[in-house]
């Protein structure tokens, strides 16, 4: 579809010449991600963060204690 040749990029070349394309910001995050988890070090890193996470969110009583933890060492928001 953003093909230089054939795509919509190539197609609005044509139509404005001084148009530049450029990927969509989530698709820019999609593609950095997807080259950042061929290093290993990064891939076994966002492992690592993604088994905490489900841990930390799998149970309410859990996800509580996370919410009470987090408001004691942050404070109520309160000044």
Do not use: W
């Not at 890193?45 to 088994?51: K, Q, R, V, W, Y």
């Amino acid at each position: 579809m953003a093909s230089e040749r054939v795509g919509v990029a190539a197609q609005m070349r044509c139509d404005s010449p001084l148009a530049h394309y450029f990927h969509c910001a989530v698709h820019a995050l999609n593609l950095a991600t997807s080259q950042l988890t061929k290093v290993d070090i990064i891939r076994n890193a966002l492992g690592s963060l993604e088994t905490v996470v489900t841990f930390l969110t799998d149970g309410a009583k859990r996800e509580e204690l996370l919410r009470t933890a987090q408001k004691e060492a942050l404070g109520d928001g309160e000044k």
